[in-house]
Structures are given as structure tokens and as C-alpha cells.
């Protein structure tokens, strides 16, 4: 018997859906029957994102603000409220690793307090600030998804960004709270942890230097031998949020291509 994951009906809010993995979320979910609301700091990305949906003939709608602000976090979602209604399923997905390009990476003892801050906002208070703005109207209604996507340096530690890991791992542990608080509510919350992916972020890693040393050696660890793509994520993202994902919460699912493995 085929299982059909099947999203009609339900509000999806995606954050950092302008491209990359996010992208990928926006249009799985799309695909599935859900509404989607595209998030994204800039908002020409996060239309093109939306309009890109609608011409194949799903339901989207923009989005464009900060997650690391909380009022404007909250401000947009009562106006998505007002638009579309209540939020069913929130995927944490903005992220950074570094504001533009790879991350300069030094030892935890060289860096300083501004230096951490870009990994904290995005990476933990934008999932504390976006998860706080949805939660109390799922609970209210009893059914709900929160979905986070964290990092293997989460799970692993990663030497030399480990500012990086730390905000990983907060927003792991808060999913796994919000596990145990909201269960009975009807609400499940779930981390996926990535390996390295191929997005707009790193493509000139892999286009212009795919056999470089440094390409090598990132893969080198992996074993799929290949960086991670969005449809490596979507699929398993959308059974999490559909009904058959309801007896699944408070997990680490690791999407990695063998880079660590979880018991």
C-alpha cells in the first residue's frame, strides 16, 4: 500500500526559503498540498521563490523579515495569520555558517563576543524567536509540526566554529524540550541534521574547484562520497510534517552522507 503524504489544508512557514535547502522545503511542501509561506531576509528572494510555486500551480505567499528581530517576527506572523490563517507547521531553516561565503574559522579561544553574535542571532534566537511566535496558537488548536533544521556540528562539535556548533546544538536541545511540553497537545517537534550541502552558499566549491584539495578533503569524511542536495532533505522533511509523522518526536535525524552516525 503506497503511503501518501498528503498536506492539503495545512499553513507552512519556512524560514530562509529564498534559496538553497530552503527552496527545496518551499516546493516539497508545495508539491505535498500545503500553503507556503516563503521567508526570507530579502524579500525579491523570497517572491521569486513564491511565484515560482504558484506557476505550477500551488498556493505561496511571501514573507520578508528578520528572524533575529522578534518583533518583527511576530508582527510578520500575525500578518500571515491575517492573510492565510494560523501557522500549522514551522520549518526553522535560516541559518548561517558566516554572513557571506565560507566562515573564517578560528580556535574558540581567538574569538570574542561580536564574533559569535551572527552565529547566535540566526541560528538560535531566530529558531527561539519564530518558534515562540507559532507555538501558543498550535497548542491552542492541539496539532502542530516544528520542524529545525540543525548541523552535524551540533551533534559532533566542529573545531574552530564552535561558536557555530554551540548555536546548533541550543537549537537541538530547545526542539527536544519542546518535545516533552507539547507532546500532549498534539504537536511534535523534530531536529534534521545536515552534512555539507551544495547551495548557492558553497556552489563555487563545487562548479569551479570540485577537484580541489579542499574539495577532497571536505568529502573525504562523507561516505557518499558527494555533498548533500535540498531533495536529500524534502522528503523526509514532509513525512515529519504530514500525520504519519506523529508518533515521531524529540529526534536528531542526521542527513549526512555517512558523515557521523546516530544509534
Same mark, same amino acid.
Given at each position: 500500500?503506497?503511503?501518501?503524504?498528503?498536506?492539503?489544508?495545512?499553513?507552512?512557514?519556512?524560514?530562509?526559503?529564498?534559496?538553497?535547502?530552503?527552496?527545496?522545503?518551499?516546493?516539497?511542501?508545495?508539491?505535498?498540498?500545503?500553503?507556503?509561506?516563503?521567508?526570507?531576509?530579502?524579500?525579491?528572494?523570497?517572491?521569486?521563490?513564491?511565484?515560482?510555486?504558484?506557476?505550477?500551480?500551488?498556493?505561496?505567499?511571501?514573507?520578508?523579515?528578520?528572524?533575529?528581530?522578534?518583533?518583527?517576527?511576530?508582527?510578520?506572523?500575525?500578518?500571515?495569520?491575517?492573510?492565510?490563517?494560523?501557522?500549522?507547521?514551522?520549518?526553522?531553516?535560516?541559518?548561517?555558517?558566516?554572513?557571506?561565503?565560507?566562515?573564517?574559522?578560528?580556535?574558540?579561544?581567538?574569538?570574542?563576543?561580536?564574533?559569535?553574535?551572527?552565529?547566535?542571532?540566526?541560528?538560535?534566537?531566530?529558531?527561539?524567536?519564530?518558534?515562540? &511566535? *507559532? @507555538?501558543?496558537?498550535?497548542?491552542?488548536?492541539? =496539532?502542530?509540526?516544528?520542524? +529545525? !533544521?540543525?548541523?552535524?556540528? #551540533?551533534?559532533?562539535?566542529?573545531?574552530?566554529?564552535?561558536?557555530?556548533?554551540?548555536?546548533?546544538?541550543?537549537?537541538?536541545?530547545?526542539?527536544?524540550?519542546?518535545?516533552?511540553?507539547?507532546?500532549?497537545?498534539?504537536?511534535?517537534?523534530?531536529?534534521?541534521?545536515?552534512?555539507?550541502?551544495?547551495?548557492?552558499?558553497?556552489?563555487?566549491?563545487?562548479?569551479?574547484?570540485?577537484?580541489?584539495?579542499?574539495?577532497?578533503?571536505?568529502?573525504?569524511?562523507?561516505?557518499?562520497?558527494?555533498?548533500?542536495?535540498?531533495?536529500?532533505?524534502?522528503?523526509? &522533511? *514532509? @513525512?515529519?510534517?504530514?500525520?504519519?509523522?506523529? =508518533?515521531?518526536?524529540?529526534? +536528531? !535525524?542526521?542527513?549526512?552522507? #555517512?558523515?557521523?552516525?546516530?544509534?
Amino acid at each position: 500500500m503506497a503511503v501518501q503524504l498528503d498536506l492539503t489544508g495545512r499553513r507552512v512557514l519556512i524560514t530562509g526559503a529564498g534559496q538553497g535547502v530552503g527552496r527545496g522545503l518551499a516546493l516539497a511542501f508545495a508539491t505535498a498540498g500545503a500553503d507556503v509561506v516563503v521567508n526570507d531576509l530579502r524579500a525579491e528572494r523570497a517572491e521569486v521563490v513564491a511565484e515560482e510555486i504558484r506557476a505550477a500551480g500551488g498556493t505561496a505567499g511571501p514573507a520578508a523579515f528578520d528572524v533575529t528581530d522578534y518583533d518583527a517576527v511576530t508582527a510578520a506572523v500575525a500578518t500571515v495569520v491575517e492573510r492565510v490563517g494560523q501557522v500549522d507547521i514551522l520549518i526553522n531553516n535560516a541559518g548561517n555558517a558566516g554572513a557571506e561565503g565560507f566562515a573564517s574559522r578560528a580556535p574558540f579561544a581567538e574569538t570574542t563576543p561580536e564574533d559569535w553574535q551572527s552565529f547566535l542571532g540566526v541560528n538560535l534566537y531566530g529558531v527561539l524567536h519564530c518558534t515562540r &511566535a *507559532v @507555538l501558543p496558537s498550535m497548542i491552542d488548536r492541539a =496539532w502542530g509540526r516544528v520542524l +529545525t !533544521i540543525v548541523s552535524d556540528a #551540533g551533534r559532533t562539535g566542529d573545531a574552530n566554529g564552535a561558536a557555530y556548533a554551540a548555536a546548533k546544538a541550543g537549537a537541538a536541545g530547545l526542539t527536544r524540550s519542546l518535545a516533552l511540553e507539547t507532546g500532549r497537545h498534539g504537536i511534535t517537534a523534530n531536529n534534521i541534521a545536515l552534512g555539507t550541502m551544495r547551495t548557492p552558499l558553497t556552489e563555487p566549491l563545487w562548479a569551479e574547484q570540485a577537484d580541489s584539495p579542499q574539495a577532497r578533503a571536505i568529502l573525504s569524511g562523507y561516505a557518499v562520497r558527494r555533498p548533500g542536495l535540498p531533495e536529500d532533505v524534502t522528503h523526509l &522533511a *514532509v @513525512l515529519l510534517a504530514s500525520d504519519h509523522g506523529s =508518533w515521531i518526536t524529540g529526534q +536528531t !535525524i542526521p542527513v549526512n552522507g #555517512g558523515y557521523s552516525f546516530a544509534l
